[in-house]
């Protein structure tokens, strides 16, 4: 099913791009309810999920946390600080090598892989 422009998921996708952290789903209805006052919480993760339906977006659900969203489609690592909860994006390549070995030794057809590292960012070792 083709999913038509909507003026509620533009403004979700341009406050995703926008965005230098990895924000939630709630932070992100807070900025869009500046620019759309009427949208409610419910439209706003509706479309979330049908935006990361459409690969438009990404969710990342890591150590069932709650969920945080990024515009950056490409397959990338994160660093997640254990003191503050905030996310990085790590611009390290990723390793093909590793879904082919664990395709490989189990028979699995591996598609991707996510990896996050943890650690306690600059911000909070200078605390």
């Not at 509620?8 to 995703?16: M, N």
């Not at 807070?30 to 049908?50: A, C, M």
């Not at 990404?58 to 946390?65: K, R, V």
């Not at 990338?76 to 996310?87: L, M, V």
């Amino acid at each position: 099913m083709i999913q038509r422009a909507t003026r509620q998921r533009e403004a979700i996708l341009q406050v995703l791009r926008c965005a230098e952290s990895h924000p939630t789903a709630d932070w992100i209805y807070e900025k869009v309810k500046k620019s759309i006052p009427n949208i409610s919480k419910g439209t706003v993760y509706r479309n979330l999920k049908v935006l990361k339906d459409m690969g438009e977006i990404a969710e990342l659900n890591l150590s069932g946390t709650v969920c945080r969203y990024e515009g950056r489609q490409d397959n990338h690592y994160h660093f997640r600080c254990t003191e503050c909860g905030q996310i990085f994006d790590l611009d390290e390549p990723v390793h093909k090598e590793m879904d082919e070995t664990i395709a490989r030794k189990t028979g699995f057809t591996v598609s991707s892989h996510q990896l996050e590292f943890r650690g306690i960012c600059k911000s909070c070792q200078h605390k």
